[in-house]
């Protein structure tokens, strides 16, 4: 057995992020407030997008992003079933109907030609998943969805940092192509600040609802009643909820977009190592990054050779102190989704689901690791 554990994921977590939680937390301000609207203007400035606004976790993000988009009960939003629970659940908050469509064999993505296939008049919108940080196909998916008027959101939980060649430029994901971009900062994620979220928009009217809804629909934010020299009553004219991020998780935030460059930066030299150091196993199935596409390699996935057991192969690794973790689920499988009759096969989501599996990558992970982790895959896909 191997004497060295290696994770399926480490974040980055140093003393500049210690510093930065205890300069807040001695300052007195440690909800929402400056340290927040620090991060917002500096992850807008890093993916070129006019608008950021911080909440509680991606989860909050898609669900404001949907109610923003109007959608409510009645309505339809065509989306994966490949994709983290989230992403659909975001739908069914609102009353709504996600419809799944099957993803791309080579990019796990949303595949573009089954997309017009599930539009009915009920339609209202598309929310497209960056899974694992690959860029989805936006330039065909945007076309479809301005030919039909509905709306098209990303959700982007995984795709901090990573890019998409648009006119000739790379673009970071966040810089909205779409109406609206949502991010996690989960610890899964290649920026964290524990918990957290982010949403990126060119709509300034859409990007002022999106702060009073996640502030429970109060009319007035607290640094502007705090710092007012005359007594404010604030109104609440619609419901909202309480999604805010605090002034702790921020200053945290701050410190990790700092490191994002030397994060994809390393991220994309291990996945091209993993590339080469797997590619003499026989049946192994690798990932496919398209030449219009940068991933961040926020997870790096596999397919097993024909007639491996996903589940033994995993056991074997974590046998030999290498965690894994099965690809990406599928909501339709699971019991809070058996009342959602399928209206398409997902023959291809159920595939990567059943036969892929996830391999540790992360920032400080050392060559020997990475030999570490291909030689015991070699054993435990011996079948």
């Not at 991220?267 to 091209?272: D, E, F, M, T, V």
């Amino acid at each position: 057995m191997n004497e060295k554990f290696i994770p399926v994921a480490k974040p980055i977590l140093g003393e500049e992020e210690a510093q930065a939680a205890r300069r807040v937390i001695l300052s007195g301000w440690v909800v929402q407030g400056p340290e927040v609207a620090g991060l917002e203007r500096e992850f807008a400035e890093f993916v070129g997008a006019p608008y950021a606004c911080a909440v509680s976790n991606c989860t909050t993000a898609l669900h404001l992003a949907m109610l923003i988009m109007g959608i409510g009960p009645g309505d339809e939003v065509i989306t994966v079933s490949h994709s983290f629970i989230a992403t659909a659940n975001s739908i069914r908050f609102c009353g709504a109907t996600p419809v799944f469509v099957d993803i791309d064999p080579t990019t796990y993505n949303m595949d573009p030609a089954l997309i017009e296939a599930a539009i009915t008049p009920k339609t209202r919108g598309i929310l497209c998943v960056h899974q694992m940080g690959m860029p989805c196909d936006l330039a065909a998916i945007m076309p479809i969805a301005k030919k039909h008027g509905i709306f098209l959101v990303e959700d982007a939980a995984c795709a901090s940092g990573s890019e998409i060649l648009w006119n000739g430029q790379w673009d970071k994901i966040g810089k909205p192509h779409a109406d609206m971009a949502c991010f996690s900062l989960h610890p899964r994620k290649l920026v964290t600040t524990g918990e957290g979220g982010m949403i990126t928009t060119t709509n300034a009217e859409w990007d002022r609802r999106l702060r009073i809804l996640r502030h429970q629909g109060m009319s007035v934010t607290d640094t502007v009643r705090h710092s007012s020299k005359q007594v404010i009553f604030e109104d609440y004219d619609e419901v909202g909820y309480n999604y805010r991020m605090c002034d702790i998780q921020a200053a945290v935030g701050r410190e990790q977009l700092k490191r994002l460059p030397y994060i994809v930066e390393s991220r994309r030299a291990l996945g091209s190592r993993y590339m080469t150091l797997l590619a003499d196993i026989p049946g192994i199935k690798l990932p496919f990054e398209p030449d219009w596409a940068r991933t961040n390699w926020q997870c790096f996935c596999i397919g097993l050779p024909d007639g491996c057991d996903q589940r033994t192969v995993m056991q074997r690794m974590l046998d030999n102190n290498i965690a894994t973790r099965r690809a990406v689920m599928c909501s339709h499988r699971e019991k809070s989704y058996a009342d959602l009759p399928l209206r398409f096969p997902l023959p291809m989501s159920e595939k990567v689901q059943d036969n892929y599996i996830m391999l540790p990558l992360f920032s400080q992970m050392t060559d020997e690791d990475q030999i570490l982790v291909v030689e015991t895959l070699k054993r435990a896909v011996s079948c």
